[in-house]
């Protein structure tokens, strides 16, 4: 079946530490998407990228960076300048035409201590 | 940025009842799109609206994309326990990149059986 598929679904790290949330998809959509989740707020726009080999900043980029080398994987490394990493982070996809929809995938949570 | 505000915040209802929430916006949009996540899940889209004044159905749900172009409602008919989740109303200005959503906050909805 196509979808989009996060790995691993829960990860726990130590301040300080960088950690990369992984992110395929196999739908051949053009366009990938991070989204940050906090309790009680909707979904804030970190990074995406609408073709291989280009990124574009979203409105939370401090502290994250991504890369775009293939079409089907768009990582998210969650740095050490991070302030509140702690949060669930959703990868979404969708066909870079005119009303495509995004589809998203079923999130990592991600724990710093 | 861009701000939609969503309400109501929560809803607690007994199965069977009707459900309407709605989102508003300062801005004028070209799209409104309605999401529900369940928990520990990503998004899943519901219903897109493309034009003002559209009035959709999937199901029991109907969802409206107002006139003016700043707002939209989603209503539930009928609920059931498996409507439990958070619904979430998102919108794109417009430009290349239909992904770049704005989300408002969510309803958290809970039925009672």
């Known amino acids: 079946d196509g979808g989009i598929t996060q790995s691993p679904k829960y990860l726990f790290r130590k301040e300080g530490q960088n950690v990369t949330l992984s992110c395929e998809q196999n739908l051949n959509h053009d366009a990938m998407y991070w989204y940050r989740q906090d309790p009680g707020q909707g979904l804030r726009l970190i990074y995406y990228s609408q073709i291989v080999n280009d990124f574009q900043k979203g409105d939370i980029a401090e502290g994250y960076s991504v890369s775009r080398e293939k079409k089907e994987s768009f990582p998210l490394t969650v740095t050490s300048a991070q302030k509140n990493p702690t949060a669930f982070y959703l990868c979404?996809?969708?066909?870079?035409?005119?009303?495509?929809?995004?589809?998203f995938g079923n999130g990592t949570r991600l724990t710093v201590t | 940025g861009q701000q939609l505000n969503q309400s109501p915040q929560s809803m607690f209802i007994q199965e069977g009842e009707d459900v309407s929430m709605n989102c508003t916006s300062s801005s004028i949009f070209n799209t409104w799109l309605w999401y529900k996540q369940e928990p520990g899940e990503g998004p899943v889209l519901l219903i897109a609206l493309y034009k003002a004044g559209e009035l959709t159905s999937n199901g029991r749900l109907t969802a409206q994309f107002g006139i003016t172009r700043k707002d939209s409602f989603l209503n539930i008919s009928a609920s059931i326990p498996s409507d439990v989740g958070i619904y979430f109303c998102a919108e794109n200005a417009g430009g290349t990149s239909y992904g770049k959503l704005t989300f408002g906050q969510g309803t958290i909805l809970t039925v009672h059986p």
């Open positions: 979404a996809s969708s066909v870079s035409e005119s009303g495509s929809p995004l589809h």
